[in-house]
């Protein structure tokens, strides 16, 4: 009987359902914790990503390695974020790389109607290096700026796509 190989994701622990932050890394010790229970997008674990006062993000990384430089992959992530009045939003943005601008993936804004609901983030990416951090961030624009807001991210995939054939 043949088996398949051992499931080995690119990503380690996108669903947090270890329960804890690693392989990921904070920009701040303070601004990523772990959450458990039903308002999970899927399984018990998500990730509380604090955003910064003065309107500022934080975000959280891991080193993607072993990537094929001449594939494209599709990364696909879920978001939450919170009620916010309707002169605010919050926005999620993922990246490959140390630049946000040359390694930008995909955002979401969060408006006054998205908010307290799963909302996808997501896009494809050709990597120019084997090795690269993917970054998750999180930030909110708010009234006050000493305020800070909490988006919640869930089930991180990362996935090479088949080639297309010609």
């Known amino acids: ?6 499931y080995n994701p690119i990503i380690g622990n ?9 392989p990921w890394v904070s920009s701040d010790v303070t601004a990523a914790t772990i959450g458990t229970g039903t308002q999970a997008f899927a399984g018990d674990h998500y ?4 955003t910064a006062p003065g309107n500022r993000a934080n975000s959280v990384y891991q080193v993607l390695r072993e990537l094929n430089t001449t594939a494209t992959y599709s990364l696909n992530a879920r978001v ?4 916010v009045s309707t002169a605010n939003y919050c926005s999620a943005y993922i990246h490959v ?6 390694g930008f993936i995909a955002s979401v804004d969060i408006s006054y109607d998205q908010s307290g609901q799963w909302l996808p983030l997501g896009g494809e990416f050709q990597p120019q290096h084997e090795r690269l951090p993917l970054y998750v961030q999180a ?8 305020q ?11 996935t090479e796509l088949p080639p297309v054939l010609e």
Do not use: R
């Open 139 to 146: 930030g909110c624009t708010l009234s006050g700026a000493s």
């Open 1 to 6: 009987m043949a088996t398949s190989p051992p």
């Open 97 to 102: 790389g140390t630049n946000a601008t040359t």
């Open 80 to 83: 939450w974020g919170p009620a």
């Open 148 to 158: 800070t807001g909490i988006l919640l991210f869930d089930e991180i995939t990362l």
């Open 47 to 50: 990730l509380n990503l604090q």
């Open 14 to 22: 996108g669903g947090f359902e270890t329960g804890l932050l690693a």
